[in-house]
């Protein structure tokens, strides 16, 4: 294995040597519920809503303040 390079001047994957020798085992991952949405979490989403709504709605009027 060369310095982060092939022989062609080309970018070479690191491997760990277990892979590659293959005494690497596969462990799948355990599956897991989503972890519950936090009040900062919630907020910013909801934020991120109402401002989308807000320009979508100055999109439809053309960009003019009804006031």
Wanted: net charge positive; proline share 9%; hydrophobic share 25%.
């Amino acid at each position: 294995m060369g310095l982060f390079t092939d022989d062609k001047g080309r970018p070479e994957l690191v491997v760990h040597p277990d892979i590659k020798l293959g005494r690497a085992r596969f462990r799948p991952v355990e599956e897991c519920e989503p972890a519950e949405e936090t009040p900062k979490q919630r907020a910013r989403r909801e934020l991120k809503k109402k401002m989308t709504e807000e320009r979508l709605a100055k999109e439809k009027t053309g960009g003019t303040d009804p006031e």
